[in-house]
């Protein structure tokens, strides 16, 4: 079955500091892969996601490239912000014959705290 | 345009009991998915929803039911509740890949 594995957490990084959380997947077929994240006290909202290999999805300075060859699918950003402390999910999806979503499967999150 | 909803926000349960929670999908959005995620964990799939049919299922106990409507809300039902239902209910909608969460209803079982 489908699984996704995340970097352990938690993360402290001081502002501006260079973010790395690292994510890895098995699956078969050629799932989409996507990054939500949660705010405290909130459901999630989906970051960025890419459908196929070496897309790169980008959102808000964060970025993540689909590598099929390492089945990885890491986020970064250059500088973080103290607003960015949240949890960091990982998840990937087989896609439904119409292109329909199906379900998601997550990993068990990353706690990321920025301090001023 | 109003995003997904859910109510309640939260809920109190005592262990045998039943209780269904709501979700109200995003505006044009005809699937509807649930999840639960237990404190500190990624969530986990309930089921999906599409055309009023239970299209996919994850791993959960037939104590575990939902519906659609014709307007593509949709409810999920748990009967004999268990301390360890104890979560936080996800509902996600979705019209084709990308699917949007709600808030959640927290759910605690007593």
């Known amino acids: 079955g489908n699984s996704v594995t995340q970097m352990e957490g938690p993360v402290t990084l001081s502002e501006e500091a260079f973010l790395t959380i690292n994510c890895t997947y098995t699956?078969?077929?050629?799932?989409?892969l996507f990054w939500y994240v949660q705010y405290p006290g909130e459901g999630l909202q989906l970051l960025l996601k890419?459908?196929?290999?070496?897309d790169k999805g980008s959102n808000k300075g964060f970025e993540a490239t689909y590598r099929k060859e390492t089945t990885s699918f890491h986020l970064e950003k250059g500088s973080v912000q103290v607003s960015d402390s949240a949890v960091y999910f990982c998840a990937l999806s087989d896609q439904g014959s119409s292109g329909s979503a199906r379900q998601l499967t997550f990993g068990s999150g990353t706690q990321l705290t920025v301090l001023p | 345009d109003a995003g997904v909803t859910q109510s309640p926000t939260h809920l109190i349960k005592t262990r045998g009991q039943q209780v269904t929670l709501r979700c109200s999908p995003k505006s044009g959005h005809d699937t509807v998915s649930w999840y639960q995620q237990a404190l500190g964990q990624g969530p986990q799939f309930i089921f999906q929803?599409?055309?009023?049919?239970?299209?996919q299922r994850g791993n959960f106990p037939d104590r575990f039911s939902g519906h659609q409507f014709p307007n593509y809300s949709s409810e999920l039902n748990v009967n004999a509740l268990l301390l360890g239902d104890s979560a936080l209910y996800l509902c996600?909608?979705?019209?084709?890949?990308?699917?949007?969460f709600g808030p959640g209803t927290r759910l605690t079982v007593t």
């Open positions: 890419a459908t196929k290999a070496d």
């Open positions: 699956a078969t077929g050629y799932p989409s």
């Open positions: 996600a909608s979705s019209l084709q890949y990308e699917q949007y």
């Open positions: 929803y599409y055309e009023e049919e239970e299209r």
